[in-house]
């Protein structure tokens, strides 16, 4: 064979290689309704897909597979796919409202289905995409992995909630990284936050049932890999401990599931500006529909908490502590500023045994007298004694009358804990009981599921001030743009031991806050939580009547919300409306501020507006605030001066 006949033959099989390759990739397109948003997804040899806003590339996921423990991999060898596509254009309107009381649940829709009985799910909506499997297989599957690699733009960087292992309460700090220079091998839950350069993009999930939470571990390059919490074949409690129960057996999978079932939605939320951070519902709305059809007696508000500030009341005539003394004490101060709930938290019962109350504890006696008096009571409980006397202990708290439960120190969201937290949203609900998870993962689309399942922590809050000295008011500026995205944040705001933060001291038995009472009171607007606390002292909310009175006004759901100023650790002030009337918040970090806030929003009329704000000494007493009234018109400007890590908190009325 001559040379000639050598190339002929040579480029034939290239040219050959070239239409296979061809045959055995595809590429779909799908846009966001409004169009700023694009994912190419490529189906072949594996599933990838490019995410670009408004023409730029924000971010490429790469192996989005799932393997099974026999080897079979779903994400592998998907040339041949079929493509059906669709819109969704419909309203969700939540049992509880946390932002708006009519969500509009927009998104164009892609699926790709696959030989084998299994399809990917691809969404883009104008705030954010998303993906999850689906599976029709008759039977149990065993799910070894899954796996997606997120890579972001050259410069990006990262807020971080660094994790030491599976194992934790998800309290962290953010830790603000440069992707690129990141040592691989790094640990982090979710929600977290990456900069790319244009818009923020936010990476969370949702409809997280019967499997593990997703987590994230840095790669090379500045990947983020996807990563999830073996499968529990054993967990032991601790010695001498009532709470901890590591796994002690991890398995060589991370799930036994049916076969016949949609997974978790892997959801990154897309923020064009920081403010979208704020009104992003994307885990909600990707959440499993609501479940329960009588929800009326789902009461959200405010919470009157013992455990931060030690039960350190004063100025009465019995010892303070854990006692019926106390505890009518608590609720006779809930009903004066008509504060819905009271908990009791740890030391009502003897740790190891809901049903054997502590000496000097008459608990009939108590929810006796706060059904008298208006208030519902919420009975705190570790989780893995909870679990030990299930129906027993529920069935009690029912008889009792508990409005609600918290439960806490589940440290976890393997498979077996991620069940956990579904067990006690059924049980609760069919009991009629609210439920405000603690040392727990972040909020992953429960609370649509089972609207009863009310706020839940996972957060750095408020009670770590008695130990650290992490909360201060740049963490307070982060977590709404980051942990609040999710969902609620119980993070028990409103001391009234206030300090500028080069005065902070750390004293566990009588806490302060490093912020000024004003930004203290700025929560109440800003941070949602529908079951919010008053974290403080009853005595000391007695001595300033003019903010408690302030605070217990604030309502915990919100129909309507608009960010006004917003800047991610900075700033941030939000409008939100109840009714008739509307209710803003603003904070500030150590840097003090000025706002010419328009209130355009308002529409016509005249409106009275009572304002709570940092005293003109505040920058170096922290506890100084004032409250004035003064009459607002359509088009007004509102001026407001923040002090270093201070803050504001307005109510505004319709005037007649």
Same mark, same amino acid.
């Given at each position: ?22 045959? /055995? ?30 023409? !730029?590339?924000?971010?490429? %996921? ?6 099974? /423990? ?10 041949? /796919? ?9 309203? %969700?309107?939540? @049992? ?6 009519? %969500? ?58 660094? $994790? $030491? ?79 901890? @129960? ?14 016949? *079932? ?53 100025? @009465? ?62 009975? #705190?409980?570790? #989780? ?27 440290? *976890? ?27 727990? &993962?972040?909020?992953?689309?429960? *609370? !649509? ?47 009234? @031991? ?6 902070? *001291? ?20 800003? &941070? ?78 005249? #409106? ?25 018109? /359509? ?22």
């Amino acid at each position: 064979m001559n040379r000639r006949c050598h190339l002929s033959l040579f480029f034939f099989f290239m040219l050959f290689l070239t239409a296979g390759t061809l045959l /055995a990739q595809q590429n779909h397109r799908l846009e966001s309704p409004d169009g700023r948003i694009a994912l190419t997804i490529i189906s072949g040899p594996e599933v990838r897909l490019t995410v670009s806003v408004d023409g !730029r590339e924000a971010s490429t %996921i790469d192996h989005i597979a799932m393997t099974l /423990a026999d080897g079979t991999v779903f994400g592998q060898n998907t040339g041949n /796919a079929t493509a059906a596509n669709r819109q969704i254009r419909a309203e %969700i309107k939540p @049992v509880v409202p946390e932002k708006f009381a009519v %969500i509009p649940d927009r998104c164009n829709e892609l699926t790709l289905s696959f030989p084998g009985h299994y399809a990917l799910v691809f969404r883009a909506y104008d705030n954010g995409i998303a993906w999850h499997f689906q599976t029709r297989i008759s039977g149990n599957l065993t799910i070894a992995s899954e796996t997606a690699s997120l890579r972001f733009p050259k410069g990006s960087a990262v807020y971080f909630p660094e $994790e $030491e292992s599976f194992f934790s309460h998800n309290e962290r700090t953010y830790l603000h990284q440069q992707l690129d220079t990141m040592s691989t091998g790094r640990l982090a839950s979710l929600p977290l936050l990456v900069e790319s350069g244009g818009p923020k993009l936010l990476l969370a999930e949702s409809a997280l049932r019967d499997y593990p939470g997703m987590w994230v571990r840095s790669g090379a390059g500045g990947r983020l890999d996807a990563v999830f919490p073996p499968y529990a074949l054993e967990s032991k409690p601790r010695p001498g401990s009532d709470r901890d @129960v590591p796994v002690t057996r991890p398995a060589d999978f991370i799930a036994q599931t049916d076969g016949k *079932r949609d997974f978790p939605w892997r959801i990154l939320a897309i923020a064009h500006t920081d403010a979208d951070l704020i009104t992003n519902q994307l885990v909600f709305q990707l959440g499993e529909p609501n479940r329960l059809t009588d929800t009326d007696w789902i009461r959200p508000g405010k919470v009157a908490w013992d455990w931060w500030n030690a039960n350190n009341i004063y100025g @009465v005539d019995f010892k303070s502590g854990v006692n019926t003394e106390t505890y009518r004490y608590y609720i006779d101060f809930a009903a004066q500023y008509g504060i819905e709930y009271v908990i009791l938290d740890e030391g009502w019962y003897q740790l190891g045994n809901l049903l054997d109350i502590s000496p000097g504890m008459d608990i009939e006696n108590l929810f006796a007298y706060g059904k008298e008096k208006g208030v519902g009571l919420i009975l #705190w409980v570790v #989780w893995k004694t909870l679990d030990d006397q299930f129906e027993e202990a529920l069935d009690q708290f029912q008889q009792w009358g508990a409005a609600g439960i918290k439960v806490d120190f589940m440290q *976890r969201d393997d498979q077996e804990m991620v069940n956990y937290y579904w067990k006690v949203a059924e049980a609760a609900a069919k009991r009629r009981m609210l439920v405000d998870f603690h040392g727990a &993962y972040k909020p992953a689309g429960l *609370r !649509r599921t089972f609207p009863n399942v009310i706020s839940r922590e996972g957060l750095k809050g408020l009670e770590h001030n008695k130990w650290s000295e992490d909360i201060t008011p740049t963490h307070n500026l982060i977590l709404p743009f980051i942990r609040m995205v999710p969902g609620p944040m119980d993070y028990t705001p409103g001391a009234t @031991v206030n300090a500028q933060p080069d005065n902070f *001291r750390v004293i566990f038995s009588r806490p302060m806050s490093m912020t000024t009472r004003a930004h203290q009171a700025a929560i109440y607007a800003i &941070y949602e939580s529908p079951l919010q606390m008053l974290a403080d002292n009853p005595s000391n909310y007695l001595k300033t009547p003019e903010f408690t009175g302030f605070v217990s006004r604030m309502p915990t759901t919100w129909e309507e919300t608009r960010v006004l100023e917003a800047s991610l650790g900075q700033y941030l002030v939000v409008a939100r409306r109840h009714g008739e009337q509307w209710f803003l918040g603003g904070m500030t970090n150590e840097q003090g501020r000025e706002f010419s806030l328009d209130l355009a929003f308002l529409g016509k009329g005249t #409106w009275q507006a009572e304002l709570l704000e940092d005293g003109v000494n505040a920058d170096r007493f922290a506890e100084d605030f004032r409250i004035s009234t003064r009459a607002l018109k /359509a088009g007004s400007t509102l001026q407001i001066i923040l002090a270093p890590s201070g803050g504001f908190a307005a109510i505004l009325s319709p005037h007649p």
